[in-house]
């Protein structure tokens, strides 16, 4: 019995001290002093100020760093396709010097120009130039320039008869139109008055 005592008195001793605690919550907090209102309220002035001014700064690095890289980017931003136009050029100077020997073969050499031309169309490929070559299709006045209208009997009304100058778009965009004649289709018997 006495351990039942002993837990009685324990619980009784622990529910003053809850009871306290309680009441000391529900219990209104002095308001601050004005003096403490005008402290606070200064610290925290500061300390937007001071948020205030690191972002002023990383905006301005930021703004720096981007105006940095944007000059990096247009002074840099063909050198991968000069890197793959290299090989072009290395392969017109052996030309220029088998051309420049006494031996030299016209039909080889303009079997190797060939295929100059070839590896340097494929190069400007590689990097969204598109070869505009429209011999036999439909005018498309976006596309193509029309030079002048021929009669034909193989090929008809409105489609391209002849490319006068290929033309050239990157990744969609139009750089040059090909300078194309049109057929204006069968050549009309002329009428006799």
């Known amino acids: 019995m006495t351990s039942k005592a002993s837990q009685e008195s324990t619980e009784q001793n622990d529910q003053p001290a809850a009871a306290t605690a309680a009441e000391a919550d529900t219990q209104p907090k002095a308001a601050p ?10 610290s925290e002035a500061a300390s937007h100020f001071d948020r205030y001014v ?75 130039l598109k070869e505009i070559n429209p011999v036999g299709q439909a005018f498309d006045a976006h596309q193509h320039e029309a030079l002048s209208q021929q009669p034909s009997t193989e090929v008809k009304e409105g489609d391209v008869l002849n490319v006068i100058r290929v033309g050239y778009s990157l990744n969609g965009r139009l750089l040059r139109p090909a300078s194309v004649v049109v057929s204006s289709g069968a050549a009309k018997p002329e009428e006799k008055e």
């Open 33 to 42: 002093t004005p003096e403490e209102q005008v402290v606070a309220a200064k």
């Open 54 to 128: 690191r972002a002023v700064a990383d905006h301005e690095n930021f703004r720096k760093r981007v105006t940095r890289e944007k000059d990096e980017l247009r002074q840099y931003a063909a050198s991968r396709v000069l890197e793959d136009l290299l090989p072009v050029l290395d392969n017109l100077g052996l030309g220029l010097a088998a051309a420049a020997q006494p031996n030299a073969d016209l039909k080889t050499l303009s079997e190797g120009v060939a295929m100059v031309q070839t590896q340097l169309k494929s190069a400007l490929e590689q990097h969204g």
